[in-house]
Structures are given as structure tokens and as C-alpha cells.
């Protein structure tokens, strides 16, 4: 299997549940960052999490904790430039990194293959996942090489938003039906709690 990182964006404020970590919330039994690990460590070789903040509070999962590099909670850009950067140093033999949102538990088992597979048959930069008929971009591919191109974007031109940036460059796009749910369903909000359980109910039966 080729080499790849995986980066759990945890870096946000969080701002529509009142703060905190999204991913700390409870379901079924556990938070969901525990059910976003357990999908994406079985499709990468390494996972790391993107969070700002005191690390203490998810040293428990033994796993890197790595914070923006650009200060100002500049968004999942960031998160992406940061899991870029990491491997870098890192993890040197790995060519890409694929990140997931922190309050999303039931993206795709095999979300990672079907980006690859979307890069390869479009001869693409990057690609990202899509349902519904929208893009998700916070679920990408992306090459570590593009590491010094992204920073200088942000930093020299402010670039924060992720389609500003793909804009740029060939980008594939990996979708996913969004029946009988969404996989990219994000608890974003406090009444996305109860949602989230509804599913995770139906993916049980």
C-alpha cells in the first residue's frame, strides 16, 4: 500500500455547537473523533490529528497532535497545509495525505481508494469527495509536494478558502450517493446530535 497520512481536522472553534471539541461529543457509546479514527486508520498507514489548543485533552489516543502552522484559526486550509508539512518531516516516503473532518462519522470506508482511483483516471493534482451534489473539500487527497505552494498562498496572498485553492490546480472529484443517508453528514450543530444517532441506529440494522 502506498504510504499516506491521514489528518483528522479537529482545528475549529466549533462556534455553532458553543464551542469545544465537535469530535469529543458522545455517540453511541463513545466520541465521535472515535469513530472518524477507526474509519480512517484502516485506509491509511499513519493518522495524525490537526487540533489547536491544549493537546493534552486528546493525548489519550497516543497519536501526534499537530497545531496550524498559520496562527488565527485560519480554517481547514490550514489543517491541509499543517498535515502537509507534518509529513514532510515525518514521513518522508509519503507522497500524499488525505484528511476528514472531525465531526463526521460516517464518511466512507473506502474513501481513500476512491480518491486515488478519481486522481489516477482524471490525471489530477488532488481530488475530493462529493454527495448530493456537493463538494466536500475538508475530505481530500492531497499531494505533500504542493506544501510550499500552499503556504506561500496563504501567507503572501491570504488564500483561506479551500475552493480558492483547488481552483488552482487540476482537481478530481470522488462521489459518493447520498441515499440512505449522507456519509458526509456533520454534526455541526446541537440538534445534529440526535440526527447522528438516527444513523448510526440505521447503519446497525
Same mark, same amino acid.
Given at each position: ?5 491521514? &489528518? &483528522? ?5 466549533? %462556534? /455553532? ?12 457509546? %463513545? &466520541? ?6 477507526? /474509519? ?7 493518522? #495524525?490529528?490537526?487540533?489547536? =489548543? ?5 493525548? =489519550? ?8 502552522? #498559520? ?7 490550514? =489543517?491541509v497545509l499543517a498535515g502537509m508539512e507534518w509529513a514532510a518531516r515525518q514521513c518522508p516516503d509519503a507522497t500524499w495525505i488525505v484528511t ?8 466512507? %470506508?473506502?474513501?481513500? &481508494? /476512491? ?19 456537493r463538494h466536500h473539500p475538508v475530505f481530500g487527497l492531497w499531494p505533500v509536494a504542493l506544501a510550499p505552494a500552499l503556504r506561500h498562498a496563504?501567507?503572501?496572498?491570504? #488564500? ?22 449522507? $456519509? ?5 450543530? $446541537? ?6 444517532? %438516527? ?7
Amino acid at each position: 500500500m502506498t504510504e499516506i497520512v491521514g &489528518v &483528522v481536522l479537529a482545528g475549529g472553534l466549533a %462556534r /455553532r455547537m458553543g464551542g469545544g471539541d465537535k469530535g469529543l461529543i458522545e455517540l453511541e457509546g %463513545r &466520541v465521535i473523533l472515535d469513530h472518524v479514527l477507526e /474509519r480512517l486508520a484502516a485506509q491509511v498507514t499513519r493518522v #495524525i490529528i490537526n487540533a489547536n =489548543g491544549e493537546p493534552a485533552r486528546l493525548a =489519550g489516543y497516543g497519536l501526534p497532535i499537530v497545531a496550524d502552522s #498559520i496562527e488565527g484559526f485560519a480554517g481547514p486550509l490550514a =489543517g491541509v497545509l499543517a498535515g502537509m508539512e507534518w509529513a514532510a518531516r515525518q514521513c518522508p516516503d509519503a507522497t500524499w495525505i488525505v484528511t476528514a473532518a472531525t465531526d463526521t462519522p460516517f464518511f466512507p %470506508r473506502d474513501l481513500v &481508494v /476512491r480518491l486515488q482511483q478519481a486522481v489516477a483516471d482524471e490525471d489530477a493534482d488532488m481530488a475530493c469527495a462529493a454527495s448530493g451534489g456537493r463538494h466536500h473539500p475538508v475530505f481530500g487527497l492531497w499531494p505533500v509536494a504542493l506544501a510550499p505552494a500552499l503556504r506561500h498562498a496563504m501567507t503572501a496572498e491570504d #488564500i483561506r478558502k479551500v475552493d480558492a485553492w483547488t481552483a488552482r490546480h487540476r482537481l478530481a472529484v470522488a462521489g459518493f450517493a447520498d441515499q440512505p443517508y449522507d $456519509p458526509f453528514f456533520n454534526v455541526n450543530r $446541537p440538534e445534529d446530535v440526535a440526527e447522528a444517532g %438516527r444513523i448510526a441506529s440505521e447503519c446497525r440494522a
